[in-house]
Nanobody, 123 residues
Framework: QVQLVESGGGLVQAGGSLRLSCAAQGFTLDDYDIGWFRHVPNKPREAVSCNSKNGENTYYADSVKGRFTISRDNAKNTVFLQMNNLTPEDPAVYYC????????????????WGQGTQVTVSS
């Protein structure tokens, strides 16, 4: 069964850091572009960071540039999102997914989302 399982969320103070993990199951991670999205109730789901399978194309939302870093460990079939200097604008449920791009935006290739991992930031 193809799925991605997110973990690593939690409660952190503003200015703190978290490292999210996304374990791929049922497929080989380095065959796909992978992205992190986040969702806040009553707002559209937002692409936070995406990474092409060859590593040549990496996207960061303007709101996270310089603070978040996406990386892969293909041996562990896992993608990470290192989040530093977290702010009160970052709380959300974070999801990972296989992604595609039309050159100007990234989108999920799945028609469903996993359980995600909750990030909460206290001020």
């Amino acid at each position: 069964q193809v799925q991605l399982v997110e973990s690593g969320g939690g409660l952190v103070q503003a200015g703190g850091s978290l490292r999210l993990s996304c374990a791929a199951q049922g497929f080989t991670l380095d065959d796909y572009d992978i992205g992190w999205f986040r969702h806040v109730p009553n707002k559209p789901r937002e692409a936070v960071s995406c990474n092409s399978k060859n590593g040549e194309n990496t996207y960061y939302a303007d709101s996270v540039k310089g603070r978040f870093t996406i990386s892969r460990d293909n041996a562990k079939n896992t993608v990470f999102l290192q989040m530093n200097n977290l702010t009160p604008e970052d709380p959300a449920v974070y999801y990972c997914t296989q992604v595609g791009t039309d050159g100007s935006s990234w989108y999920s290739l799945f028609d469903y989302w996993g359980q995600g991992t909750q990030v909460t930031v206290s001020s």
